[in-house]
């Protein structure tokens, strides 16, 4: 049995429990003890970020061999257009690369919490929602991504990863699930031309859930209406 949180991490809330320059950290709203972080969030980024008890577990979910699906909402600078969603889709050339295939749409219709500070809007400059869904995790990656097709990221909001949603809980809100695990992850079998590899078991889903509020005053809870 592994523990995994599934925690919105609020914005400018470092993906971490200790620090000495006085940020706010995963202590701030994480009071058990054994947990850490399976994969990260940047600090300006906003949404769901797993924790768990089982090394096990996180390597499943953090690790890029398992490529799990990473879903974003992301608001970005100006309207965008078809072009750079198409370009988005397609992937995107970065410094350490290219980007691999995505799925990206724009939304018509996003209601999400305010932010606290709010984003710096320009007068007469429209600003325009995405959905951008991706399988790997370069350093900073749907920021980068959507620079490089000209619209800057105003905000980020992970609220997916893999079969994990963040429905339900507002800005610093969790809830604990319970999942079976197998006792250890099978050994990689040494790679044979011509063979396909057998593909490593993935943990069943949770039985049981708890839900736990932070102590700081919270938001009204997210409503993610799409069209």
């Known amino acids: 049995m592994a523990k995994l949180i599934l925690l919105n991490k609020p914005f400018q809330v470092l993906s971490q429990f200790t620090t000495d320059d006085g ?3 995963l202590a701030d709203f994480v009071s058990t003890r054994g947990v850490y972080p399976a994969g ?5 980024s906003e949404g769901l970020l797993l924790l768990t008890d089982n090394g096990n577990l996180q390597h499943q979910i953090a690790h890029p061999d398992h490529k ?17 969603i198409t370009h988005l ?18 939304m ?4 999400v919490w305010p932010r606290t500070p709010p984003i710096r809007e320009r007068q ?3 600003t325009s929602w995405i959905e951008l869904i991706i399988r790997e995790g370069k350093n900073r990656q749907v920021r980068r991504m959507t620079a490089a097709v000209g619209f800057p990221t105003l905000r980020l909001i992970r609220t997916r990863i893999g079969d994990w949603s963040l429905e339900g809980l507002s800005p610093g809100e969790s809830k604990t699930l319970t999942i079976h695990m197998p006792d250890s992850l099978p050994k990689k079998p040494a790679r044979q031309r011509g063979k396909k590899q057998p593909q490593s078991r993935r943990p069943s889903k949770e039985t049981t859930h708890s839900k736990h509020k932070t102590k700081r ?5 997210a409503k993610m209406r799409q069209r």
Request: hydrophobic share 25%.
């Open 68 to 84: 799990q699906a990473k879903t974003y909402l992301v608001q970005v600078d100006g309207d965008i257009n078809e072009e750079a």
């Open 40 to 44: 990260r969030l940047d600090f300006d």
């Open 217 to 221: 005053p919270q938001h009204k809870s």
């Open 108 to 111: 018509s219709d996003v209601s």
């Open 124 to 126: 007469n400059q429209p």
């Open 89 to 106: 889709r397609k992937g995107v050339i970065l410094k350490d690369g290219k980007t691999l295939p995505a799925k990206c749409r724009k």
């Open 23 to 25: 940020k706010a950290t």
